[in-house]
Protein backbone atom coordinates (compact mmCIF):
# COMPACT_ATOMS: atom_id res chain seq x y z
CA UNK A 1 0.00 0.00 0.00
CA UNK A 2 1.39 3.39 -0.88
CA UNK A 3 2.55 5.13 2.39
CA UNK A 4 3.64 2.40 3.97
CA UNK A 5 7.24 1.55 4.97
CA UNK A 6 9.10 -1.34 6.42
CA UNK A 7 12.21 -1.92 8.26
CA UNK A 8 13.66 -5.64 8.69
CA UNK A 9 16.13 -6.53 11.63
CA UNK A 10 17.08 -9.64 13.45
CA UNK A 11 14.66 -11.74 14.48
CA UNK A 12 14.37 -11.51 18.53
CA UNK A 13 11.08 -13.12 19.09
CA UNK A 14 12.57 -16.65 19.81
CA UNK A 15 13.82 -19.84 17.98
CA UNK A 16 14.02 -19.12 14.38
CA UNK A 17 10.96 -19.58 12.56
CA UNK A 18 12.27 -21.13 9.29
CA UNK A 19 14.35 -23.15 10.90
CA UNK A 20 13.55 -27.12 10.43
CA UNK A 21 11.94 -28.68 13.04
CA UNK A 22 14.53 -31.20 14.04
CA UNK A 23 18.01 -31.67 13.51
CA UNK A 24 18.51 -35.19 11.66
CA UNK A 25 22.04 -35.67 11.97
CA UNK A 26 21.86 -34.02 15.75
CA UNK A 27 19.23 -36.98 16.24
CA UNK A 28 21.43 -39.59 14.81
CA UNK A 29 24.65 -38.52 16.71
CA UNK A 30 22.82 -38.55 20.18
CA UNK A 31 21.90 -42.50 19.48
CA UNK A 32 25.24 -42.57 18.10
CA UNK A 33 26.07 -41.28 21.51
CA UNK A 34 24.29 -43.88 23.15
CA UNK A 35 25.44 -47.19 21.25
CA UNK A 36 28.94 -46.05 22.52
CA UNK A 37 28.47 -45.42 25.90
CA UNK A 38 26.89 -48.88 26.15
CA UNK A 39 23.56 -48.49 25.36
CA UNK A 40 21.27 -50.94 23.08
CA UNK A 41 20.97 -49.53 19.30
CA UNK A 42 17.30 -50.18 19.35
CA UNK A 43 16.27 -49.06 22.33
CA UNK A 44 18.12 -45.63 21.03
CA UNK A 45 16.51 -45.39 18.70
CA UNK A 46 12.75 -45.91 20.28
CA UNK A 47 14.57 -43.39 23.09
CA UNK A 48 14.95 -41.15 20.65
CA UNK A 49 10.75 -41.00 19.51
CA UNK A 50 9.65 -41.45 23.13
CA UNK A 51 11.64 -38.27 24.58
CA UNK A 52 11.55 -36.19 21.02
CA UNK A 53 14.23 -34.70 19.73
CA UNK A 54 14.56 -31.41 21.91
CA UNK A 55 13.48 -33.68 24.73
CA UNK A 56 9.63 -32.80 24.33
CA UNK A 57 6.96 -33.80 22.33
CA UNK A 58 8.12 -37.42 22.19
CA UNK A 59 5.70 -40.51 22.66
CA UNK A 60 6.25 -40.48 26.56
CA UNK A 61 4.71 -37.35 26.77
CA UNK A 62 1.93 -38.33 25.09
CA UNK A 63 1.94 -41.84 26.76
CA UNK A 64 1.63 -40.08 30.07
CA UNK A 65 -0.85 -37.86 29.14
CA UNK A 66 -2.86 -40.68 27.78
CA UNK A 67 -2.61 -42.69 31.03
CA UNK A 68 -3.53 -39.82 33.24
CA UNK A 69 -6.59 -39.34 30.66
CA UNK A 70 -7.13 -42.85 31.61
CA UNK A 71 -7.12 -42.49 34.83
CA UNK A 72 -9.31 -39.95 35.14
CA UNK A 73 -12.03 -41.86 33.26
CA UNK A 74 -11.62 -44.64 35.89
CA UNK A 75 -12.75 -42.33 38.47
CA UNK A 76 -15.76 -40.80 36.43
CA UNK A 77 -18.51 -42.32 38.33
CA UNK A 78 -20.67 -45.15 39.79
CA UNK A 79 -21.50 -47.95 36.73
CA UNK A 80 -24.47 -49.24 38.30
CA UNK A 81 -26.08 -45.94 38.02
CA UNK A 82 -28.60 -47.55 35.26
CA UNK A 83 -30.00 -49.81 38.15
CA UNK A 84 -29.53 -47.32 40.45
CA UNK A 85 -31.66 -44.91 38.63
CA UNK A 86 -34.23 -47.48 37.75
CA UNK A 87 -34.73 -48.46 41.68
CA UNK A 88 -35.39 -44.97 42.56
CA UNK A 89 -38.18 -44.20 39.62
CA UNK A 90 -39.14 -47.69 40.75
CA UNK A 91 -39.64 -46.30 44.60
CA UNK A 92 -41.47 -43.29 43.44
CA UNK A 93 -43.71 -45.25 41.30
CA UNK A 94 -44.89 -47.46 44.26
CA UNK A 95 -45.08 -44.91 46.57
CA UNK A 96 -47.52 -43.09 44.22
CA UNK A 97 -49.37 -46.40 43.75
CA UNK A 98 -49.75 -47.05 47.28
CA UNK A 99 -51.46 -43.67 47.80
CA UNK A 100 -54.01 -43.90 45.19
CA UNK A 101 -54.78 -47.26 46.57
CA UNK A 102 -55.20 -46.13 50.42
CA UNK A 103 -57.84 -43.90 49.20
CA UNK A 104 -59.82 -46.56 47.28
CA UNK A 105 -61.94 -49.56 49.00
CA UNK A 106 -62.71 -52.80 48.11
CA UNK A 107 -60.87 -56.29 47.85
CA UNK A 108 -59.14 -55.44 44.60
CA UNK A 109 -57.46 -51.93 46.26
CA UNK A 110 -56.29 -54.47 49.41
CA UNK A 111 -55.30 -57.05 46.90
CA UNK A 112 -53.25 -54.71 44.85
CA UNK A 113 -51.44 -53.53 48.26
CA UNK A 114 -50.25 -57.24 48.88
CA UNK A 115 -49.09 -57.61 45.39
CA UNK A 116 -46.74 -54.31 45.77
CA UNK A 117 -45.54 -55.38 49.20
CA UNK A 118 -44.48 -58.90 47.94
CA UNK A 119 -42.48 -58.17 45.07
CA UNK A 120 -38.82 -59.06 44.68
CA UNK A 121 -36.53 -57.32 46.26
CA UNK A 122 -34.19 -57.37 43.09
CA UNK A 123 -35.36 -54.27 40.74
CA UNK A 124 -35.60 -56.16 37.62
CA UNK A 125 -37.46 -58.74 38.85
CA UNK A 126 -39.50 -56.48 40.13
CA UNK A 127 -40.01 -54.69 37.15
CA UNK A 128 -40.95 -57.56 35.31
CA UNK A 129 -44.06 -59.07 37.27
CA UNK A 130 -45.42 -55.40 37.11
CA UNK A 131 -45.14 -55.55 33.49
CA UNK A 132 -49.03 -56.45 33.21
CA UNK A 133 -49.72 -54.53 36.39
CA UNK A 134 -53.04 -52.41 35.89
CA UNK A 135 -51.82 -49.24 37.73
CA UNK A 136 -54.60 -47.64 39.42
CA UNK A 137 -52.44 -43.99 39.50
CA UNK A 138 -51.84 -42.61 36.06
CA UNK A 139 -48.49 -40.90 37.72
CA UNK A 140 -46.93 -44.40 38.79
CA UNK A 141 -48.03 -45.81 35.57
CA UNK A 142 -46.05 -43.07 33.71
CA UNK A 143 -42.67 -43.50 36.55
CA UNK A 144 -43.07 -47.13 35.71
CA UNK A 145 -43.07 -46.70 31.92
CA UNK A 146 -39.92 -44.37 32.42
CA UNK A 147 -37.94 -47.35 33.45
CA UNK A 148 -38.82 -48.92 30.17
CA UNK A 149 -38.65 -46.10 27.87
CA UNK A 150 -35.50 -44.61 29.36
CA UNK A 151 -33.45 -47.76 29.69
CA UNK A 152 -34.84 -48.21 26.24
CA UNK A 153 -33.24 -45.40 24.74
CA UNK A 154 -30.43 -45.23 26.59
CA UNK A 155 -29.19 -48.90 25.43
CA UNK A 156 -30.02 -48.32 21.45
CA UNK A 157 -28.72 -44.16 21.86
CA UNK A 158 -25.54 -46.49 22.55
CA UNK A 159 -25.48 -48.70 20.17
CA UNK A 160 -26.79 -46.80 16.70
CA UNK A 161 -26.12 -42.74 17.16
CA UNK A 162 -29.01 -42.07 14.65
CA UNK A 163 -31.92 -44.36 17.29
CA UNK A 164 -32.09 -40.79 19.16
CA UNK A 165 -35.44 -39.62 18.07
CA UNK A 166 -36.63 -43.71 17.21
CA UNK A 167 -35.50 -44.74 20.54
CA UNK A 168 -37.54 -41.85 22.50
CA UNK A 169 -40.87 -43.28 20.63
CA UNK A 170 -40.13 -46.84 20.42
CA UNK A 171 -43.44 -47.01 22.71
CA UNK A 172 -45.25 -46.66 19.62
CA UNK A 173 -45.86 -50.20 17.85
CA UNK A 174 -44.65 -48.79 14.70
CA UNK A 175 -41.51 -47.24 16.15
CA UNK A 176 -40.92 -50.74 17.57
CA UNK A 177 -41.35 -52.64 14.09
CA UNK A 178 -38.86 -50.01 12.39
CA UNK A 179 -36.55 -50.85 14.85
CA UNK A 180 -36.87 -54.59 14.67
CA UNK A 181 -36.69 -54.34 10.92
CA UNK A 182 -33.58 -52.54 10.55
CA UNK A 183 -31.96 -54.82 12.94
CA UNK A 184 -33.15 -57.89 11.03
CA UNK A 185 -31.92 -56.41 7.82
CA UNK A 186 -28.63 -55.83 9.44
CA UNK A 187 -28.11 -58.89 10.86
CA UNK A 188 -28.85 -60.67 7.72
CA UNK A 189 -26.29 -58.47 5.83
CA UNK A 190 -23.85 -59.20 8.02
CA UNK A 191 -24.17 -62.63 8.10
CA UNK A 192 -23.31 -62.29 4.09
CA UNK A 193 -21.12 -60.69 4.92
CA UNK A 194 -19.49 -63.12 7.63
CA UNK A 195 -19.69 -66.13 4.75
CA UNK A 196 -17.38 -63.88 1.90
CA UNK A 197 -20.67 -62.98 -0.04
CA UNK A 198 -20.33 -60.33 -2.42
CA UNK A 199 -22.61 -57.47 -0.40
CA UNK A 200 -21.83 -54.48 -2.53
CA UNK A 201 -25.50 -54.05 -3.97
CA UNK A 202 -26.72 -55.50 -0.80
CA UNK A 203 -24.99 -52.79 1.67
CA UNK A 204 -26.06 -50.16 -0.64
CA UNK A 205 -29.69 -51.44 0.23
CA UNK A 206 -29.60 -51.25 3.28
CA UNK A 207 -28.08 -48.08 3.54
CA UNK A 208 -31.25 -46.61 1.09
CA UNK A 209 -33.41 -47.89 3.26
CA UNK A 210 -31.94 -47.71 7.04
CA UNK A 211 -29.10 -45.20 6.49
CA UNK A 212 -30.77 -42.09 8.74
CA UNK A 213 -29.98 -44.55 11.86
CA UNK A 214 -26.30 -44.38 10.72
CA UNK A 215 -24.72 -40.63 10.88
CA UNK A 216 -21.01 -42.06 10.44
CA UNK A 217 -22.41 -42.78 6.73
CA UNK A 218 -20.40 -45.86 6.20
CA UNK A 219 -18.65 -46.88 2.97
CA UNK A 220 -18.70 -50.33 3.34
CA UNK A 221 -19.81 -52.98 5.23
CA UNK A 222 -16.30 -53.28 7.12
CA UNK A 223 -16.47 -49.67 8.54
CA UNK A 224 -20.20 -50.22 9.59
CA UNK A 225 -18.70 -53.47 11.25
CA UNK A 226 -16.07 -51.29 12.83
CA UNK A 227 -18.48 -48.88 13.94
CA UNK A 228 -21.20 -51.28 15.33
CA UNK A 229 -18.74 -53.30 16.77
CA UNK A 230 -16.78 -51.13 18.93
CA UNK A 231 -19.97 -50.02 20.74
CA UNK A 232 -20.74 -53.68 20.97
CA UNK A 233 -18.09 -53.95 22.55
CA UNK A 234 -18.13 -51.08 25.08
CA UNK A 235 -21.67 -52.41 26.14
CA UNK A 236 -20.01 -55.45 26.64
CA UNK A 237 -17.15 -54.31 29.31
CA UNK A 238 -20.19 -52.90 30.82
CA UNK A 239 -21.91 -55.98 31.73
CA UNK A 240 -18.22 -57.22 32.54
CA UNK A 241 -17.07 -54.19 34.74
CA UNK A 242 -19.96 -55.10 37.26
CA UNK A 243 -20.77 -57.35 39.76
CA UNK A 244 -22.73 -60.80 39.19
CA UNK A 245 -25.64 -58.64 41.13
CA UNK A 246 -25.12 -55.63 38.76
CA UNK A 247 -24.80 -57.58 35.68
CA UNK A 248 -28.14 -59.70 36.44
CA UNK A 249 -30.42 -56.94 37.36
CA UNK A 250 -29.07 -54.75 34.20
CA UNK A 251 -29.60 -57.46 31.76
CA UNK A 252 -32.89 -58.24 33.26
CA UNK A 253 -34.13 -54.78 32.41
CA UNK A 254 -32.41 -54.10 29.20
CA UNK A 255 -34.62 -57.71 28.43
CA UNK A 256 -37.44 -55.98 30.02
CA UNK A 257 -37.23 -52.67 28.16
CA UNK A 258 -36.17 -53.93 24.46
CA UNK A 259 -38.69 -56.82 24.86
CA UNK A 260 -38.18 -60.59 23.05
CA UNK A 261 -38.25 -59.13 19.70
CA UNK A 262 -35.33 -56.31 19.48
CA UNK A 263 -34.02 -58.10 22.76
CA UNK A 264 -33.16 -61.37 20.19
CA UNK A 265 -31.81 -58.72 17.48
CA UNK A 266 -29.57 -57.40 19.53
CA UNK A 267 -28.06 -60.61 20.72
CA UNK A 268 -28.00 -62.00 17.45
CA UNK A 269 -26.53 -58.79 16.48
CA UNK A 270 -23.60 -58.96 19.10
CA UNK A 271 -22.78 -62.73 18.17
CA UNK A 272 -21.83 -61.21 14.56
CA UNK A 273 -19.58 -58.23 15.66
CA UNK A 274 -18.12 -60.83 17.70
CA UNK A 275 -17.17 -63.28 15.15
CA UNK A 276 -16.24 -60.18 12.77
CA UNK A 277 -14.21 -58.63 15.10
CA UNK A 278 -12.37 -60.84 17.68
CA UNK A 279 -9.18 -58.52 18.52
CA UNK A 280 -11.20 -55.96 20.14
CA UNK A 281 -11.37 -56.41 23.95
CA UNK A 282 -14.97 -58.38 24.59
CA UNK A 283 -13.72 -59.90 27.70
CA UNK A 284 -12.17 -57.28 29.74
CA UNK A 285 -13.83 -55.54 32.57
CA UNK A 286 -12.76 -52.15 34.51
CA UNK A 287 -13.17 -50.84 38.12
CA UNK A 288 -14.43 -47.72 37.12
CA UNK A 289 -15.23 -45.53 40.30
CA UNK A 290 -17.02 -42.45 41.53
CA UNK A 291 -19.61 -40.62 43.22
CA UNK A 292 -21.86 -39.87 40.36
CA UNK A 293 -24.74 -42.66 39.12
CA UNK A 294 -23.83 -43.06 35.01
CA UNK A 295 -26.33 -44.01 32.88
CA UNK A 296 -26.11 -46.86 30.89
CA UNK A 297 -24.91 -44.85 27.65
CA UNK A 298 -22.36 -42.49 29.69
CA UNK A 299 -21.73 -45.94 31.40
CA UNK A 300 -20.81 -47.55 27.91
CA UNK A 301 -18.94 -44.35 26.97
CA UNK A 302 -16.59 -44.27 29.77
CA UNK A 303 -15.32 -47.82 29.04
CA UNK A 304 -15.37 -47.14 25.29
CA UNK A 305 -12.79 -44.30 26.18
CA UNK A 306 -10.70 -46.55 28.31
CA UNK A 307 -10.51 -48.90 25.32
CA UNK A 308 -9.26 -46.03 22.84
CA UNK A 309 -6.94 -44.91 25.07
CA UNK A 310 -5.58 -48.37 25.78
CA UNK A 311 -5.16 -48.38 21.67
CA UNK A 312 -3.66 -45.24 21.66
CA UNK A 313 -0.79 -46.46 24.25
CA UNK A 314 -0.66 -49.42 22.40
CA UNK A 315 0.28 -47.46 19.79
CA UNK A 316 2.45 -45.37 21.54
CA UNK A 317 4.77 -47.73 23.34
CA UNK A 318 5.84 -48.82 20.04
CA UNK A 319 6.56 -52.40 21.24
CA UNK A 320 5.49 -54.73 19.19
CA UNK A 321 7.67 -56.27 16.43
CA UNK A 322 7.60 -54.18 13.35
CA UNK A 323 5.85 -51.28 15.08
CA UNK A 324 6.04 -47.80 13.09
CA UNK A 325 4.26 -44.24 14.28
CA UNK A 326 1.85 -45.19 11.27
CA UNK A 327 0.60 -47.16 13.72
CA UNK A 328 -0.60 -44.09 15.53
CA UNK A 329 -4.13 -43.04 14.48
CA UNK A 330 -3.56 -39.02 14.15
CA UNK A 331 -7.43 -38.97 14.83
CA UNK A 332 -7.26 -40.60 17.40
CA UNK A 333 -4.62 -38.81 19.18
CA UNK A 334 -6.71 -35.45 18.46
CA UNK A 335 -9.67 -36.54 19.40
CA UNK A 336 -8.50 -38.00 23.07
CA UNK A 337 -5.19 -35.51 23.77
CA UNK A 338 -5.87 -32.61 21.63
CA UNK A 339 -4.73 -30.93 18.19
CA UNK A 340 -1.31 -30.40 19.75
CA UNK A 341 -0.43 -33.52 20.82
CA UNK A 342 -1.84 -35.00 16.97
CA UNK A 343 0.99 -32.35 15.59
CA UNK A 344 3.47 -33.90 18.00
CA UNK A 345 2.71 -36.99 16.70
CA UNK A 346 2.87 -35.24 13.24
CA UNK A 347 6.27 -34.29 13.78
CA UNK A 348 7.87 -37.10 14.95
CA UNK A 349 6.81 -39.05 12.16
CA UNK A 350 8.29 -36.54 9.93
CA UNK A 351 11.89 -37.09 11.63
CA UNK A 352 11.28 -40.70 11.31
CA UNK A 353 10.32 -40.64 7.39
CA UNK A 354 13.62 -37.62 7.14
CA UNK A 355 15.77 -40.12 8.93
CA UNK A 356 14.79 -42.44 6.44
CA UNK A 357 14.41 -40.46 3.37
CA UNK A 358 18.17 -39.37 4.22
CA UNK A 359 19.48 -43.21 4.57
CA UNK A 360 20.44 -42.49 8.08
CA UNK A 361 18.19 -45.69 9.55
CA UNK A 362 16.35 -48.42 7.54
CA UNK A 363 13.62 -51.06 8.50
CA UNK A 364 13.88 -54.24 9.34
CA UNK A 365 11.16 -57.01 11.16
CA UNK A 366 12.07 -55.86 14.32
CA UNK A 367 11.69 -52.39 13.52
CA UNK A 368 14.36 -49.26 13.03
CA UNK A 369 18.20 -49.80 13.10
CA UNK A 370 20.98 -47.43 11.77
CA UNK A 371 21.49 -47.71 8.36
CA UNK A 372 25.57 -48.71 6.99
CA UNK A 373 25.68 -44.12 6.29
CA UNK A 374 24.66 -44.04 10.10
CA UNK A 375 27.65 -46.53 11.24
CA UNK A 376 29.84 -45.29 8.89
CA UNK A 377 29.31 -41.71 10.76
CA UNK A 378 28.80 -43.65 14.28
CA UNK A 379 32.39 -45.62 13.53
CA UNK A 380 34.07 -41.84 12.76
CA UNK A 381 33.07 -40.36 15.99
CA UNK A 382 34.34 -43.26 17.85
CA UNK A 383 37.39 -43.10 16.01
CA UNK A 384 37.89 -39.49 16.68
CA UNK A 385 37.35 -40.24 20.48
CA UNK A 386 40.51 -42.97 20.05
CA UNK A 387 42.64 -40.53 18.06
CA UNK A 388 41.83 -37.63 20.72
CA UNK A 389 43.41 -39.39 23.63
CA UNK A 390 46.41 -40.71 21.12
CA UNK A 391 50.08 -38.36 21.74
CA UNK A 392 51.93 -37.58 18.86
CA UNK A 393 54.50 -39.76 17.62
CA UNK A 394 55.05 -42.84 15.53
CA UNK A 395 51.81 -44.12 15.68
CA UNK A 396 51.19 -43.43 11.82
CA UNK A 397 49.13 -40.35 10.15
CA UNK A 398 46.12 -39.60 12.21
CA UNK A 399 44.17 -37.47 9.89
CA UNK A 400 41.04 -39.17 8.68
CA UNK A 401 40.49 -36.86 5.75
CA UNK A 402 43.28 -38.82 3.72
CA UNK A 403 42.32 -42.09 2.14
CA UNK A 404 45.17 -44.72 2.38
CA UNK A 405 47.79 -44.92 -0.28
CA UNK A 406 48.84 -47.36 -2.43
CA UNK A 407 53.01 -47.92 -0.73
CA UNK A 408 55.71 -45.21 0.05
CA UNK A 409 57.14 -43.14 -2.33
CA UNK A 410 59.81 -44.32 -3.98
CA UNK A 411 61.14 -40.63 -5.30
CA UNK A 412 60.56 -41.96 -9.23
CA UNK A 413 57.87 -41.60 -12.05
CA UNK A 414 57.06 -43.49 -14.63
CA UNK A 415 54.52 -43.22 -18.09
CA UNK A 416 50.55 -44.00 -17.25
CA UNK A 417 49.39 -47.15 -18.19
CA UNK A 418 45.33 -48.21 -18.42
CA UNK A 419 44.64 -49.35 -14.66
CA UNK A 420 47.33 -47.51 -12.96
CA UNK A 421 45.92 -46.16 -9.49
CA UNK A 422 49.17 -43.95 -8.09
CA UNK A 423 49.24 -40.28 -7.69
CA UNK A 424 50.28 -38.09 -10.65
CA UNK A 425 53.59 -36.72 -10.90
CA UNK A 426 52.03 -33.16 -12.21
CA UNK A 427 55.92 -31.38 -12.60
CA UNK A 428 57.13 -34.06 -15.02
CA UNK A 429 53.43 -34.41 -16.78
CA UNK A 430 53.29 -30.53 -17.23
CA UNK A 431 57.37 -30.92 -18.39
CA UNK A 432 56.33 -33.66 -20.85
CA UNK A 433 53.18 -31.48 -22.54
CA UNK A 434 55.62 -28.55 -22.58
CA UNK A 435 58.48 -30.84 -24.35
CA UNK A 436 55.74 -32.01 -26.95
CA UNK A 437 53.61 -28.38 -27.55
CA UNK A 438 56.13 -26.15 -27.32
CA UNK A 439 55.85 -23.21 -24.62
CA UNK A 440 52.45 -21.30 -24.39
CA UNK A 441 49.06 -21.00 -22.36
CA UNK A 442 47.23 -23.00 -21.81
CA UNK A 443 49.08 -25.96 -22.02
CA UNK A 444 47.01 -29.00 -23.72
CA UNK A 445 47.63 -32.28 -22.50
CA UNK A 446 47.57 -35.34 -24.07
CA UNK A 447 47.44 -39.25 -23.04
CA UNK A 448 50.78 -39.87 -23.58
CA UNK A 449 52.07 -36.51 -21.56
CA UNK A 450 50.60 -38.46 -18.05
CA UNK A 451 53.06 -39.92 -15.55
CA UNK A 452 52.27 -41.44 -12.38
CA UNK A 453 54.46 -41.80 -9.13
CA UNK A 454 56.28 -44.93 -8.57
CA UNK A 455 55.24 -46.54 -5.19
CA UNK A 456 56.64 -49.18 -3.25
CA UNK A 457 54.35 -51.92 -2.18
CA UNK A 458 52.48 -52.29 0.92
CA UNK A 459 52.67 -55.54 2.76
CA UNK A 460 48.50 -55.81 3.95
CA UNK A 461 47.21 -57.50 6.73
CA UNK A 462 45.02 -59.94 7.59
CA UNK A 463 43.25 -58.56 11.09
CA UNK A 464 40.86 -60.44 13.63
CA UNK A 465 39.33 -58.92 16.57
CA UNK A 466 38.16 -60.93 18.97
CA UNK A 467 35.47 -58.98 21.39
CA UNK A 468 33.93 -61.09 24.73
CA UNK A 469 30.19 -60.78 24.40
CA UNK A 470 29.45 -62.63 27.75
CA UNK A 471 26.53 -60.88 29.97
CA UNK A 472 29.69 -59.78 32.31
CA UNK A 473 30.82 -57.00 29.65
CA UNK A 474 27.86 -55.14 30.05
CA UNK A 475 27.18 -55.93 33.96
CA UNK A 476 30.85 -53.99 34.62
CA UNK A 477 30.22 -51.37 32.50
CA UNK A 478 32.35 -52.42 29.72
CA UNK A 479 29.86 -53.07 26.40
CA UNK A 480 30.25 -49.47 26.02
CA UNK A 481 34.27 -49.21 25.21
CA UNK A 482 34.26 -52.49 23.93
CA UNK A 483 32.32 -51.11 20.92
CA UNK A 484 33.86 -48.12 20.72
CA UNK A 485 36.94 -49.73 20.10
CA UNK A 486 35.67 -52.39 17.79
CA UNK A 487 33.82 -49.58 15.57
CA UNK A 488 37.02 -47.14 16.05
CA UNK A 489 39.30 -49.75 14.59
CA UNK A 490 37.02 -51.09 11.81
CA UNK A 491 36.03 -47.28 10.28
CA UNK A 492 40.36 -46.63 10.38
CA UNK A 493 41.34 -49.95 8.09
CA UNK A 494 38.36 -48.97 6.33
CA UNK A 495 39.35 -45.04 5.47
CA UNK A 496 42.95 -45.48 6.14
CA UNK A 497 44.13 -49.27 5.07
CA UNK A 498 41.19 -50.46 2.72
CA UNK A 499 44.08 -53.00 1.80
CA UNK A 500 43.81 -54.75 5.25
CA UNK A 501 40.70 -57.55 5.92
CA UNK A 502 39.17 -56.82 9.24
CA UNK A 503 37.05 -60.12 10.59
CA UNK A 504 35.15 -58.82 13.78
CA UNK A 505 34.41 -62.09 16.01
CA UNK A 506 31.89 -62.19 18.76
CA UNK A 507 32.00 -65.00 21.98
CA UNK A 508 30.02 -65.87 24.48
CA UNK A 509 28.98 -69.46 24.90
CA UNK A 510 29.79 -69.95 20.92
CA UNK A 511 31.43 -67.44 18.72
CA UNK A 512 30.38 -65.51 15.38
CA UNK A 513 31.81 -63.24 12.66
CA UNK A 514 30.11 -60.14 13.32
CA UNK A 515 29.76 -57.11 10.55
CA UNK A 516 29.81 -53.57 11.59
CA UNK A 517 25.87 -53.17 12.17
CA UNK A 518 25.73 -56.56 13.59
CA UNK A 519 28.13 -55.16 16.30
CA UNK A 520 26.30 -52.01 16.91
CA UNK A 521 23.39 -53.82 17.19
CA UNK A 522 24.91 -56.23 19.27
CA UNK A 523 22.98 -57.23 22.65
CA UNK A 524 24.79 -59.25 25.96
CA UNK A 525 24.55 -63.52 25.60
CA UNK A 526 22.74 -64.25 28.85
CA UNK A 527 24.03 -67.82 28.65
CA UNK A 528 27.30 -67.88 30.85
CA UNK A 529 30.19 -69.17 28.91
CA UNK A 530 33.57 -68.17 27.59
CA UNK A 531 34.29 -69.80 24.57
CA UNK A 532 37.66 -68.01 23.18
CA UNK A 533 38.74 -71.61 21.14
CA UNK A 534 35.91 -71.39 19.18
CA UNK A 535 36.75 -67.57 18.52
CA UNK A 536 40.34 -68.14 17.65
CA UNK A 537 38.97 -71.14 15.20
CA UNK A 538 37.02 -68.63 13.34
CA UNK A 539 40.37 -66.49 13.29
CA UNK A 540 42.18 -69.00 11.69
CA UNK A 541 39.75 -69.20 9.03
CA UNK A 542 40.02 -65.46 8.06
CA UNK A 543 43.69 -65.55 8.27
CA UNK A 544 43.97 -68.58 5.94
CA UNK A 545 41.44 -66.85 3.71
CA UNK A 546 44.40 -64.07 3.32
CA UNK A 547 47.50 -65.79 3.00
CA UNK A 548 49.42 -63.10 1.78
CA UNK A 549 48.76 -60.58 4.10
CA UNK A 550 50.43 -60.23 7.67
CA UNK A 551 48.78 -62.18 10.70
CA UNK A 552 47.29 -59.80 13.43
CA UNK A 553 44.95 -61.31 16.04
CA UNK A 554 43.97 -59.01 18.97
CA UNK A 555 41.40 -60.60 21.31
CA UNK A 556 39.65 -58.38 24.40
CA UNK A 557 38.15 -60.10 27.28
CA UNK A 558 37.34 -59.80 31.05
CA UNK A 559 37.16 -63.68 31.88
CA UNK A 560 39.06 -66.76 31.87
CA UNK A 561 37.87 -69.44 29.40
CA UNK A 562 34.94 -71.22 30.66
CA UNK A 563 33.43 -73.28 27.22
CA UNK A 564 35.04 -74.94 24.42
CA UNK A 565 33.06 -76.66 21.33
CA UNK A 566 33.01 -80.85 22.18
CA UNK A 567 35.20 -82.52 19.43
CA UNK A 568 32.19 -85.42 18.93
CA UNK A 569 29.21 -83.03 18.37
CA UNK A 570 29.98 -79.62 17.73
CA UNK A 571 27.91 -78.50 20.76
CA UNK A 572 29.34 -75.59 23.31
CA UNK A 573 29.80 -77.06 26.46
CA UNK A 574 30.27 -74.98 29.64
CA UNK A 575 31.42 -75.18 33.55
CA UNK A 576 32.24 -72.88 35.98
CA UNK A 577 35.60 -73.09 37.29
CA UNK A 578 37.28 -74.03 33.40
CA UNK A 579 38.07 -77.42 33.43
CA UNK A 580 41.06 -78.87 31.93
CA UNK A 581 39.05 -79.89 28.56
CA UNK A 582 38.50 -76.22 28.20
CA UNK A 583 42.30 -75.02 28.51
CA UNK A 584 43.65 -77.40 26.53
CA UNK A 585 41.07 -77.08 23.56
CA UNK A 586 42.11 -72.93 23.65
CA UNK A 587 45.46 -73.70 24.10
CA UNK A 588 45.57 -76.15 20.92
CA UNK A 589 43.65 -73.09 18.77
CA UNK A 590 46.49 -70.70 20.37
CA UNK A 591 49.67 -72.98 18.90
CA UNK A 592 47.70 -73.30 15.82
CA UNK A 593 47.80 -69.37 15.34
CA UNK A 594 51.37 -69.20 15.96
CA UNK A 595 52.51 -72.05 13.88
CA UNK A 596 50.56 -69.61 11.18
CA UNK A 597 52.63 -66.81 12.21
CA UNK A 598 49.84 -64.64 13.90
CA UNK A 599 50.54 -61.87 16.39
CA UNK A 600 48.55 -62.66 19.27
CA UNK A 601 47.94 -59.95 21.23
CA UNK A 602 45.50 -59.91 24.57
CA UNK A 603 43.46 -57.14 25.99
CA UNK A 604 42.53 -57.70 29.89
CA UNK A 605 39.80 -56.30 31.28
CA UNK A 606 39.25 -56.13 35.04
CA UNK A 607 41.82 -58.16 37.56
CA UNK A 608 40.65 -61.59 37.83
CA UNK A 609 43.73 -63.31 38.94
CA UNK A 610 42.85 -66.60 36.84
CA UNK A 611 42.30 -65.02 33.56
CA UNK A 612 45.44 -62.89 34.20
CA UNK A 613 47.53 -66.02 34.68
CA UNK A 614 46.03 -67.49 31.56
CA UNK A 615 46.65 -64.24 29.35
CA UNK A 616 49.89 -63.96 31.00
CA UNK A 617 50.71 -67.45 30.10
CA UNK A 618 48.99 -67.50 26.37
CA UNK A 619 50.94 -64.08 25.67
CA UNK A 620 54.53 -65.85 26.47
CA UNK A 621 53.66 -69.26 24.71
CA UNK A 622 52.71 -67.26 21.43
CA UNK A 623 55.57 -64.47 21.97
CA UNK A 624 52.20 -62.14 21.65
CA UNK A 625 51.29 -59.73 24.64
CA UNK A 626 49.59 -58.90 27.13
CA UNK A 627 48.00 -55.54 27.81
CA UNK A 628 45.40 -54.24 31.05
CA UNK A 629 44.46 -51.07 29.77
CA UNK A 630 41.87 -48.84 31.78
CA UNK A 631 38.61 -48.88 30.39
CA UNK A 632 39.11 -45.35 29.05
CA UNK A 633 42.24 -46.26 27.57
CA UNK A 634 40.70 -49.72 25.32
CA UNK A 635 40.42 -48.20 21.92
CA UNK A 636 43.75 -46.12 22.01
CA UNK A 637 45.57 -49.60 23.50
CA UNK A 638 43.55 -51.62 20.80
CA UNK A 639 44.30 -48.94 18.04
CA UNK A 640 47.60 -48.23 18.35
CA UNK A 641 48.41 -52.22 18.62
CA UNK A 642 46.98 -52.96 15.26
CA UNK A 643 49.08 -49.88 13.92
CA UNK A 644 52.12 -51.32 15.08
CA UNK A 645 51.67 -54.84 14.36
CA UNK A 646 50.43 -54.28 10.44
CA UNK A 647 54.31 -53.49 10.24
CA UNK A 648 55.31 -57.19 11.86
CA UNK A 649 58.07 -59.70 11.11
CA UNK A 650 57.17 -60.38 7.55
Known sequence: MAGNRFRYGQWRGGPDPLAPPYDVRAAVDAVGAEVLNGGSLREALRDLLRRGPDGRGGLADLAARARRLRR?????????????????????????????????DGDDARFAEAMLDNLPRSTARAVSELAGYDWASAEARQTYQRILDGLRGEVLEQRFAGLRDAARAAADPEAQRQLAEMMGDLNDLLARHARSEDTTDAFAEFMRRHGRFFPEQPRDVEELVDVLARRAAAGERLMRSLSDRQREELAGLMRQSLGDRLAGELSQLDDHLRALRPDLNWQRGERVRGDQPLGYGEAAGALDEIAELDELLDSLDQDQAGATLDDVDVDTVARTLGRDAADDVRRLRDLERELRRQGWVSRDADGLTLSPKALRRLAGTALRRVFADLTAGPRGQHDLRTAGAAGEVSGSSRQWEYGDEQPLDVVRTLTRAVRRAGPGVPVPLAVEDFEVVETERRASAAVVLCVDLSYSMISQGRWGPMKQTALALSHLMATRFPQDALQI???????????????????????????????????????????????????????????????????????WPPLPETIEATIREVDRLTRYGATLNLFMLGDDPGLRRFVDAVARRSKGRMFTPDLGDLGEYVVSDYLRARHGRR
Open 505 to 575: IGFGREAMPLTQQELAAAEPDMQQGTNLQHALRLAGRHLRRHPGAEPVVLVVTDGEPTAHLDPDDGEAYFN
Open 72 to 104: EALRRGDLDGTVTRAQALLDQALAAERDELRGR
